[in-house]
């Protein structure tokens, strides 16, 4: 299985500051057919995870542009600019380039 | 809006199947594909197997052959079964829209305990 490997774990952050967060691969994600199939998650406390990134970059409906995601090959990036109370919870990222599809380990995102 | 429902028991007992029912409403399950995503208590997930629009199945080789995802086009719901249960597969269970998973469930909390 690919292992995806974030970091860092836990993330103090200031309300207003900016956050990044790092997602490498045990192998390339991009696929035969060309595409990038890496994608970020939020779950925030007590709810189910949201898609906030799809394929590296692009921001899912209602996604604020505060979110940006960028990267390839094994190494992506989530960043979130001007924090909000609501961005804090748990982040994950997703591979589904390769079978079986495997998240990361994910990352705390919480208050300094 | 999609919307979707897990439903089951939140207590298994060690050997036996644990049984989950995902109701969809807003969009039909004969488009698109349908998941099972688990999350473990200290907070790793674990993708567990999709149902296509078409009824064809994939599943996670790490379950081996412990697990079944079925429908009902019907009553536009997909079922989870997973057999032989142990401690270790106690977890929230989400079904999810795939792919990616756009949208989720609220969870079910399913704990193996005698």
């Known amino acids: 299985d690919v292992v995806m490997t974030q970091t860092p774990v836990s993330l103090p952050v200031s309300l207003g500051g900016q956050a990044s967060i790092s997602c490498r691969s045990s192998?390339?994600?991009?696929?035969?057919?060309?595409?990038?199939?890496l994608h970020w998650y939020l779950q925030k406390p007590g709810q189910s995870p949201q898609l906030l990134i799809y394929?590296?970059?692009n921001r899912f409906s209602g996604v604020p542009d505060r979110f940006s995601g960028s990267g390839s090959g094994t190494d992506f990036t989530l960043k979130i600019s001007r924090v909000e109370p609501e961005d804090l919870g748990d982040y994950y990222c997703?591979?589904?380039?390769?079978?079986?599809?495997?998240f990361g380990g994910g990352t705390k995102l919480e208050l300094k | 809006e999609v919307q979707l429902q897990e439903s089951g028991p939140g207590l298994v007992k060690p050997s036996q199947s644990l049984s989950l029912t995902c109701s969809v409403t807003?969009?039909?399950?004969?488009?698109?594909?349908w998941g099972w995503i688990r999350k473990f208590p200290g907070n790793k997930m674990e993708w567990m197997g999709y149902?296509?629009?078409?009824?064809?199945?994939s599943y996670n080789p790490s379950l081996k052959s412990r697990i079944s995802i079925t429908r009902d086009t019907s009553k536009n719901q997909f079922f989870l079964q997973l057999n032989s249960v142990t401690t270790e597969d106690t977890a929230t269970y989400y079904c999810?829209?795939?792919?990616?998973?756009?949208?989720w469930g609220q969870g079910v909390m399913v704990t193996v305990s005698s």
């Open positions: 999810a829209r795939e792919a990616p998973a756009d949208y």
């Open positions: 807003g969009y039909s399950i004969t488009s698109n594909y």
């Open positions: 149902i296509s629009y078409s009824g064809s199945t």
């Open positions: 192998q390339s994600l991009v696929h035969s057919n060309g595409n990038t199939y």
């Open positions: 394929r590296v970059s």
């Open positions: 997703l591979q589904s380039t390769h079978f079986p599809r495997t």
